[in-house]
Structures are given as C-alpha cells and as structure tokens.
C-alpha cells in the first residue's frame, strides 16, 4: 500500500531531522499538556449534567445544553482556526511518480485528520450523552444524537482546512471570525437575535429522529470532497508549498526612516512582524492580552486596596509582548544574522532598535489599558508602575536572556502553532519577569503597606529607565561576546 | 589593506585554515580558489569577524577586525543568503542600504543604472520578496548591495554560480568597470578558474586550509592554475 510508504517516510521524516531530539522533548512535553487537558475535559463532561443541573438551576439539561451547541461549535471553529494546522507535507517528491495525485490528496487530508480537536468533541459530549440522554431518552437517542455531534465537529475540520487555504492568511479572515462570533453572542444575549433559540430545534431533533444525523454526515462528506477537489486542483509545488506571493504587506506603514540608522531597524523589525505569521499571531496575541484584564478587574475591589493579583496584570497587560516576542528577540533575525554582523551600523545600535521596540509596543499597550481605570484608581496606579518596570527591568533582563542559546527560526514555515526554536531557555524565560516584581512586593506586603511594594516597584523600573544607555551598552558587549556562537547557531541550526 | 597574521582556525582537533601571512594591498584584484572544503569561505568569514579566530589577526586599514566596527563602513560583502532580508522586496532592501550608508536617492539611482544589465529587468519594480526570487536573481541582489556603498573593499565568495551565461560575462564586465574606475579592492572566490584567472591579477590557492600556491604577475595563466588542479 502506497499510503504506508508515505507513512513511513513521514516518519524517517521525523527521526532523521536535525533537530530530533529538540523535537522529541517538545513533543513529549507537548503531549503531556494536551494528556492534562484531555483530563480536564473529560472531568468537565462528567460534571455536565450535575453542573447544569444544580449550579444554574435548569432542569430540563438536554434542551439547555442544546441551545448552547451552536457556541460551542463557534468557539470550536476559533480554536480550530488558530491552532489546527493544516497539512502541510511536502507533496512535491511525489507528485512526480507514478502516484495518483488522488492517493496523495487523500493521504494529505486523511492524515491532517488526525488531530486532538477531532478527539474534544467525543471526550466532551459521550458521557453526557449515555449517563442523561441515555437514561432519560433510551441508549438510541444518545447513539443519534453523540453522532450528529461527532460528524458536525469532523465536518468543520475539513471546513477549516478549505477556509484555512482559501482565506488563511488574511488578518481580515481572523478579525472577522472573531467579530462574528462576539457579535451573535452579543445579539443571543440581548435577545435581539435568538441564534440558540433557532438552532436548539436541530439539536433536540437529533435525539428523536435520524434526519439531523443523515444531514450532517452528508455534511461531513460535502465538506470533504470540497476539501478534496480544492487541493486536488491545487496539487502543484507552487501553490501546496507557498501560498501568497505577490502582495506586499506593510508596505506604506509609519516609518521611523527619519530617526537613522536605529529608526530603520526597527522598520525592518516592524514589516518582518506583518510579513510572517509567528510574530504576527504575537501581535494578535497581544491584542487579545490586553482583554485579559476584563476576566479580573470585574471582581476586584478597589478597597482591597493593592493586592497581589494587581502586579500579574500589570505585568501581564503592559509586558506580554516583551515577552513573548523577547524571548525570541535575536532569533527573529536569523535567516540574516551574518549580514546584521557586517552591516554599517554597530551592535549597540541593534540592541538600541530591540529595546524602542519592545518598549514603543509596552508603551501602546500601556495607553489601551487606562480605560481600566474605571475599575479603580488603583488600577492605573498598579499599571503604571508595572510598566515602568516592563520598560525598565524586564525589557534588559529578557534581551540579555535571548542571548542564551537561541534557535534558529525559519519563518516561512506556516503552521501557526510552531514549536520551531523553542528550548528550555524559552520555556524559564517568563518566570523571572513576574519573579522580580513579587519579591519586591512581598516584604511590603507582609508588613501591610503594600502600596509601598508598588511605589518601589514603579520607582526601580525608573531608575532602571533613567540608566538605561549604560545598561544598553553593557547588553551590546555582552552581545559582541557572544555573537560568534549565536551565528554559528543561526548558521547550521 | 587587509593584512592576515598566524591567521588560525580549528574545530575541535581539525584545523580548518591555517595562514602565516597573507597581505593584500588596496586596488588588488584578488581571487582565491580551491577545491570543496579548501577554507575559503571560513578564510571570508574571519576577515568579516563573522567566526571568532583560534588564532591571529585579521586587520584592515591597521586595524583588528575584531575590535572596532569601523571596517564595516567601507566594506562591502556578499557570501550567502546569510547576507539578505529575504523578506523585502529588492527595492526596499535598496532603500534601507541607502538610508544605511547616508547615500542620496541619486547615488541608489547611479548604482542600479550600472546593474540595469545584470538586472535584466527582473529586480527592479517587482512586487516580489527577495526570498521569492530565482537563485540566480538572488545572487545579483546580493551582488548589488555588497557593491551599493561604493566601498573601498569587497568580498563576493562563488559570485559567478548560479549565474547564466551572459549575466556571468555581464558581471564580469561590472566587475572590471568598477577596478578601472576606482581603486577597489575585490577578494573574489570561485570554482570558475577561467572567470577568476580573466578578472583577478592574483590567485591564491588554498588547499586543506593551507596557502600552496600564490601567483600573480605574468606567470599567473590559466595554464599555471589549471596545472595545479590536474595534479
């Protein structure tokens, strides 16, 4: 069987890649959460019923958790978009044997079916279907109606595949779904649109009747065959391999030209965000950061005066780009490292344009943030003074932790849920960031004049600001150190 | 110009390149040559400091490479991809050197004037990423902006692979122009011996990381490098 062949490739793919063990570990780990949160799920599914049941007070549980379906089905459709990657083999040294390009696209998509999200549905639904519609309605019902789910998850799969190819890479495709989705929660719930009232019938039709289950198994088979024909079309190297070619984005952006060398650095900086997918999901990642607050401001009460929850937002909020895109700082520019080295302009000046941009990017987030002032004066205090140590402090510290062992990134590579370039070093870099802050805090605290723990926290983060051209020009020695090993790493992986 | 001491490489055990002495005065045409694995690359790589030397000195104009950035500023260079941004398109990348090195949009104008050739139409006003480019397009990219700031040194390593014919014959001709009409220092590398021998008044042949043969002057032919090579 040719399939198998293509299969065991796959996996000398795996075992004999460079990076194998970086892989393997990543992988291990990877597995591991994705074990924990199966785990989560699965305790979450068997509570269903009785959570329903005796926390919202609603008795008729399978006509409620119908009318919630469609947003669970929504909310899938994100997290598939995000994270579901799509397939992404290298068709080409096949394409050229005698291989119907048929078996190919049929072994492409049938493997891409093998991901965690085709598993949710099932860990998350078949507990309640057998232990309530099961009891309740008879074990047919529950067999109808687990189906119905299973094959409407599996057909938006294939759905996402096609829309992924289609629309992926448009920032607009992603804002859209976003905004539709907030937008009919909004209207269900102020009742102007009843999405969950029109599409509760099609659920609870599903446990008496077998048309809602035929319906969406032919739906599962349309979206295949759509998703079969699209990639059997576009089954040629320049159109599996690389997507968009021809638009150039960030082409008419703000430019910082007028500031020299530093300013034009970190124009480059800013087009290689918009122009790849990992730092631009940071960028959105950032965005949605900023909301974070709105999951914790509500039960906050200014009167409790500067609690400890306070300074993991404020670091949070105003530093999760520093982080997130810092722990990565130099690797960014890996694919050129070595003309970075030759280039008229010094490594001073480098390390110059990485620290306006981490702090020009704190700082935005830090404006967006004020309008959280109206959960307290405290508030705006507490994320000043997170910001100044962002800047300060955190901003050097994970400039100088990107200089240990980076990995080469290769950006053109899709998938939007990459692995590539993480080490150990990436994964410890974020604690001591939330670490400084919380020792500072805590002696204060301990003595119950914790808005002093603040103050001081705001006031190192100035002092730190007020030196920062010393500290800079000790991160760039540190950085003409080491730059031999960290091309030398950029170079051959 | 560029002067080389006990110039040392090593990897673990293996020495990789190991030069007493070499010195290159300003204005020479320089070509190097040996076979896969000979150390020319890494021999480039010490001169930009790109690799940290076991040993010795690289200096340029007087000064250690390792130590100050000046050299950066009239030195121009092209080794590998390494060397591009792939993710703009050539006129950007253009730009950004321009606004780099302090040129005025005339200077950029002059420049790609001299490569309309080369270009053949292909670079300039493409709405195309460098990395989207054909190998050999990518290389005249390169080509252009090692050579853009009009520096008084540049190192191209393997300019002519990839090349087509003609635009093989058009580079060399630029390369030419541009030591008539200034007085450039080029280090060139190539497998090429009849484009190396053609453009270059002194090749330098490097085997297993070692100077073996320095010839300039009349006695340096084709015949006398190829001689080597048969051997």
Same mark, same amino acid.
């Given at each position: 069987?040719?399939?198998?062949?293509?299969?065991?490739?796959?996996?000398?793919?795996?075992?004999?890649?460079? #990076?194998?063990?970086? /892989?393997?570990?990543?992988?291990?780990?990877?597995?591991?959460? +994705?074990?924990?949160?199966?785990?989560?799920?699965?305790?979450?599914?068997?509570?269903?019923?009785?959570?329903?049941?005796?926390?919202?007070?609603?008795?008729?549980?399978? #006509?409620?958790?119908?009318?919630?379906?469609?947003?669970?089905?929504?909310?899938? $459709?994100?997290?598939?978009?995000?994270?579901?990657?799509?397939?992404?083999?290298?068709?080409?040294?096949?394409?050229?044997?005698?291989?119907?390009?048929?078996?190919?696209?049929?072994?492409?998509? %049938?493997?891409?079916?093998?991901?965690?999200?085709?598993?949710?549905?099932?860990?998350?639904?078949?507990?309640?279907?057998?232990?309530? &519609? %099961?009891?309740?309605?008879?074990?047919?019902?529950?067999?109808?109606?687990?189906?119905?789910? &299973?094959?409407?998850?599996?057909?938006?799969?294939?759905?996402?595949? @096609?829309?992924?190819?289609?629309?992926?890479?448009?920032?607009?495709?992603?804002?859209?779904?976003?905004?539709?989705?907030?937008?009919?929660?909004?209207?269900?719930?102020?009742?102007?649109? !009843?999405?969950?009232? @029109?599409?509760?019938?099609?659920?609870?039709?599903?446990?008496?009747?077998?048309?809602?289950?035929?319906?969406?198994?032919?739906?599962?088979?349309?979206?295949?065959?759509?998703?079969?024909?699209?990639?059997?079309?576009?089954?040629?190297?320049?159109?599996?391999?690389?997507?968009?070619?021809?638009?150039?984005?960030?082409?008419?952006?703000?430019?910082?030209?007028?500031?020299?060398? +530093?300013?034009?650095? &970190?124009?480059?900086?800013?087009?290689?965000?918009?122009?790849?997918?990992?730092?631009?999901?940071?960028? $959105?990642?950032?965005?949605?950061?900023?909301?974070?607050?709105?999951?914790?401001?509500?039960?906050?009460?200014?009167?409790?005066?500067?609690?400890?929850?306070?300074?993991?937002?404020?670091?949070?909020?105003?530093?999760?780009?520093?982080?997130?895109?810092? !722990?990565?700082?130099?690797?960014?520019?890996?694919?050129?490292?070595?003309?970075?080295?030759?280039?008229?302009? #010094?490594?001073? !000046?480098?390390?110059?344009?990485?620290?306006?941009?981490?702090?020009?990017?704190?700082?935005?987030?830090?404006?967006?943030? &004020?309008?959280?002032?109206?959960?307290?004066?405290?508030?705006?205090?507490?994320?000043?003074?997170?910001?100044?140590?962002?800047?300060?402090?955190?901003?050097?510290?994970?400039?100088?932790?990107?200089?240990?062992?980076?990995?080469?990134?290769?950006?053109?590579?899709?998938?939007?849920?990459?692995?590539?370039?993480?080490?150990?070093?990436? @994964?410890?870099?974020?604690?001591?960031?939330?670490?400084?802050?919380?020792?500072?805090?805590?002696?204060?605290?301990?003595?119950?004049?914790?808005?002093?723990?603040?103050?001081?926290?705001?006031?190192?983060?100035?002092?730190?600001?007020?030196?920062?051209?010393?500290?800079?020009?000790?991160?760039?020695?540190?950085?003409?150190?080491?730059?031999?090993?960290?091309?030398?790493?950029?170079?051959?992986? | 110009?560029?002067?080389?001491?006990?110039?040392?490489?090593?990897?673990?055990?293996?020495?990789?390149?190991?030069?007493?002495?070499?010195?290159?005065?300003?204005?020479?045409?320089?070509?190097?040559?040996?076979?896969?694995?000979?150390?020319?690359?890494?021999?480039?790589?010490?001169?930009?400091?790109?690799?940290?030397?076991?040993?010795?000195?690289?200096?340029?104009?007087?000064?250690?490479?390792?130590?100050?950035?000046?050299?950066?500023?009239?030195?121009?260079?092209?080794?590998?991809?390494?060397?591009?941004?792939?993710?703009?398109?050539?006129?950007?990348?253009?730009?950004?050197?321009?606004?780099?090195? #302090?040129?005025?949009?005339?200077?950029?104008?002059?420049?790609? =004037?001299?490569?309309?050739?080369?270009?053949?139409?292909?670079?300039?006003? =493409?709405?195309?990423?460098?990395?989207?480019?054909?190998?050999?397009?990518?290389?005249?990219?390169?080509?252009?902006?090692?050579?853009?700031?009009?520096?008084?040194?540049?190192?191209?390593?393997?300019?002519?692979?990839?090349?087509?014919?003609?635009?093989?014959?058009?580079?060399? =001709?630029?390369?030419?122009?541009?030591?008539?009409?200034? /007085?450039?220092?080029?280090? $060139?590398?190539?497998?090429?011996?009849?484009?190396?021998?053609?453009?270059?008044?002194?090749?330098?042949?490097?085997?297993?990381?070692?100077?073996?043969?320095? +010839?300039?002057?009349?006695?340096?032919?084709?015949?006398?490098?190829?001689?080597?090579?048969?051997?």
């Amino acid at each position: 069987m040719i399939v198998f062949k293509l299969l065991y490739h796959e996996l000398l793919n795996g075992f004999r890649s460079s #990076s194998f063990q970086r /892989n393997a570990v990543v992988s291990i780990l990877m597995g591991f959460f +994705i074990f924990l949160m199966f785990l989560y799920l699965l305790s979450a599914a068997f509570a269903l019923d009785y959570v329903i049941r005796n926390f919202l007070e609603i008795d008729d549980t399978i #006509s409620f958790l119908n009318s919630f379906l469609i947003y669970y089905f929504l909310l899938e $459709i994100m997290m598939r978009y995000f994270f579901q990657s799509t397939p992404n083999t290298e068709p080409s040294p096949y394409l050229i044997h005698p291989i119907h390009k048929s078996t190919i696209v049929h072994y492409l998509l %049938g493997r891409s079916f093998f991901t965690p999200f085709n598993g949710v549905v099932i860990v998350l639904f078949a507990p309640f279907a057998f232990r309530t &519609i %099961g009891i309740e309605m008879g074990v047919d019902s529950a067999w109808m109606w687990l189906l119905t789910l &299973i094959t409407l998850s599996w057909a938006l799969h294939f759905f996402t595949l @096609w829309f992924k190819r289609t629309y992926g890479n448009s920032l607009w495709a992603i804002l859209f779904i976003i905004v539709l989705t907030l937008a009919l929660a909004g209207t269900d719930y102020f009742g102007w649109v !009843q999405l969950s009232v @029109w599409t509760a019938p099609f659920f609870n039709l599903a446990t008496v009747a077998v048309l809602p289950v035929t319906l969406s198994i032919f739906s599962l088979i349309a979206l295949y065959l759509l998703c079969y024909n699209f990639h059997k079309k576009h089954c040629y190297t320049d159109d599996l391999g690389s997507g968009e070619s021809s638009k150039i984005a960030g082409q008419h952006l703000i430019s910082f030209s007028r500031f020299g060398v +530093i300013g034009n650095l &970190i124009d480059l900086e800013l087009k290689l965000m918009l122009r790849h997918k990992r730092p631009r999901n940071i960028l $959105i990642l950032t965005a949605i950061f900023l909301l974070y607050g709105l999951l914790f401001y509500p039960d906050y009460n200014p009167e409790d005066g500067f609690v400890f929850i306070l300074i993991f937002l404020g670091i949070f909020i105003t530093g999760i780009f520093i982080m997130n895109y810092g !722990q990565f700082l130099f690797s960014w520019n890996s694919a050129y490292f070595d003309y970075y080295l030759t280039a008229p302009f #010094s490594m001073q !000046q480098y390390v110059i344009s990485k620290y306006y941009l981490l702090s020009g990017v704190s700082l935005i987030c830090f404006l967006l943030a &004020i309008p959280y002032a109206y959960f307290g004066y405290t508030v705006i205090i507490a994320n000043t003074a997170m910001f100044l140590y962002n800047v300060g402090v955190n901003s050097i510290l994970i400039m100088n932790m990107a200089m240990w062992g980076p990995k080469k990134l290769d950006l053109t590579r899709k998938s939007a849920f990459s692995m590539d370039g993480v080490g150990a070093a990436q @994964w410890l870099m974020g604690f001591p960031a939330f670490l400084g802050p919380i020792l500072i805090y805590a002696p204060f605290a301990i003595l119950g004049i914790s808005y002093v723990g603040f103050l001081v926290i705001g006031f190192i983060g100035l002092i730190a600001i007020a030196f920062r051209n010393p500290l800079l020009e000790w991160t760039a020695r540190r950085l003409q150190v080491k730059k031999y090993q960290i091309a030398s790493a950029f170079r051959n992986e | 110009m560029i002067q080389i001491a006990n110039l040392q490489k090593k990897y673990g055990q293996d020495t990789v390149l190991d030069i007493d002495s070499l010195s290159i005065p300003q204005g020479q045409c320089f070509g190097l040559v040996g076979n896969n694995g000979a150390g020319k690359t890494t021999l480039f790589r010490l001169i930009l400091d790109l690799i940290r030397p076991s040993n010795g000195t690289v200096i340029i104009n007087g000064k250690n490479v390792q130590e100050t950035d000046e050299w950066k500023s009239y030195t121009g260079s092209y080794l590998d991809e390494q060397f591009l941004l792939g993710f703009l398109t050539p006129d950007e990348y253009f730009k950004f050197l321009t606004s780099i090195y #302090s040129l005025s949009e005339e200077d950029l104008k002059t420049h790609l =004037k001299s490569f309309k050739e080369l270009f053949n139409d292909e670079i300039v006003g =493409k709405n195309k990423y460098i990395r989207d480019l054909s190998k050999g397009n990518i290389k005249k990219v390169g080509i252009a902006t090692a050579m853009l700031a009009k520096p008084d040194i540049i190192l191209l390593d393997e300019p002519f692979e990839n090349l087509d014919p003609s635009s093989q014959i058009r580079l060399k =001709k630029l390369i030419k122009d541009e030591i008539q009409t200034r /007085n450039v220092t080029f280090l $060139i590398s190539s497998h090429d011996l009849n484009h190396v021998t053609e453009i270059c008044e002194r090749i330098v042949i490097l085997e297993k990381g070692k100077v073996v043969k320095d +010839i300039s002057g009349d006695e340096m032919t084709l015949s006398a490098v190829e001689e080597y090579f048969k051997a």
